[in-house]
């Protein structure tokens, strides 16, 4: 049944979350908003090696704020949000930015994009129609694909292999199709699930 929740997020796991917004993996997550639009600007510019390394230094803020957020106990009820807003800029700028500087390379691997840039909308509408919120799971195939996403975006504007991205595509999709069984199944609105698994683990266990 959809519910309508309109307050921001209370504790969805065991930690304390602040309320606060001026903490300090916020104010990273923020920084990386404002560097998604400085990478669209460098790649009209046609700087790809300047794109290539901010790119990274952005991509490893993400990594950054997060264990901030633990070893600072800042843990807040927005850092989720603005932490998956952040994100969305930062590969939005990405793909676009890519486009730019390789769109030509780009045009042999439309059906991965597609499919991925599908099944990312798809979860976020499931989320949105649910929950009324995106969708902030942070799980273990999320971070994984983080990974290989940063992996094959150097490959791919350095002009080495494409392998890298594909495989970073369809990691991206397992993802997208694991947050939305996530959605379906999580009788309430909740952040860093973990895993498919954790969920349902959680559901055995009421």
Known sequence: MKQDIKDPPTVATDCVRT??????????????????????????????????????????????????????????????????????????ALFFGTLVLQGGTLSGEWVWISLALTSYTISTLVGLWKYHRWPSYHTRTAKISWFLILIGAVCLLGNWSLWPLRVALIAIIITNIETIAITLLSSNWRDDAGSILQVMRDRRAR
């Open 19 to 92: 309320k606060r917004i001026a903490t300090i993996p916020n104010i990273i997550c923020v920084c990386r908003m404002l560097g998604a639009i400085w990478l669209i600007a460098l790649a009209f510019d046609g700087a790809s090696i300047g794109f290539i390394w901010l790119f990274v230094g952005l991509a490893m803020s993400d990594w950054l704020d997060g264990k901030l957020a633990i070893l600072l106990n800042q843990r807040s009820v927005w850092g989720p949000r603005l932490d998956s807003w952040a994100d969305l800029m930062l590969y939005a």
